[in-house]
């Protein structure tokens, strides 16, 4: 009997429809999966009948990788390793499908470091990862609404993201705390060209820093209140931080780089 540890966000799934359901968000068969934290396999037992090309996974504890190679043998590659450590981009030489219900943490951490490391080309044709449910919906959130902030407009740079469904806490052993969601990520064939991306997370950042205020303070921090900027994105200063769209976003960061340049 395998115990779940704490430390590592681990909470298993065992209702059958979800894995099912999983599964089914994208399309598996010859494919190259990559399943990053599949603890005692049993979401990888639910892809494999779906007979992929290749399966890789990549899990942080020791004993559940012993156990996976145990278990699946030959059928799947095991790398014992941090997800966080190692670098995606350079592992493949195809592009790969990923799936992974890793502790809620590093889902949001791993979704950012992804975004903002994507060079011109992507390694992954789609991305299926569980989140925390509040987390979840601050990633697909509208703008004009409280939900929406840094993440969405982090988020939804390169990537088109849909929400497949919300998953009960019933659904995984032990239990954990809070509700979560899961949620489908794939490539934009076109986006905003920006440099370097931490423009972008600098623009997001000050300009959330104070979510209930108005724009002015921030703009006139970050563009020296530049009128021409404000004309060609037609921005109203007297709107909040929400209220402005994603493409705006993109856009100041595109020209915050080019006054800089
Ligand atoms: N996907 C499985 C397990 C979910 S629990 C299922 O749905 O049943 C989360 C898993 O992620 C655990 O197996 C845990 O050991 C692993 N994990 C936690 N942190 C990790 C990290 N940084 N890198 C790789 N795996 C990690």
Redesign the pocket.
Known sequence: MIRA?KS??????IDKNILEKITNTTSIQDKIILE?????G??TSFILQKNPKKMIV????NE?ANNLEKKFENHIKVIK????KIDEANLFKEKVTVFG???YN?STEILSKWIINLKNNFWFDCLVLMFQKEVANRIVAEYNTSDYGRLTIISNWKLNIKKICDIGREAFSPRPKIESSLLLFYPKKNFIKINDPNNLEKITRIFFNQRRKMLKKPFNQLFNGDQRVLDKLNIDLKLRPQNINLDTYYKLAYEYEKLRS
């Not at 590592?8 to 799934?13: I, V």
């Open positions: 540890k590592l966000g681990q909470n298993f799934l990053i934290g599949p603890g005692t049993n979401l990549i899990e942080k504890d559940l390793e941090d997800i966080l219900n890793l502790p590093i």
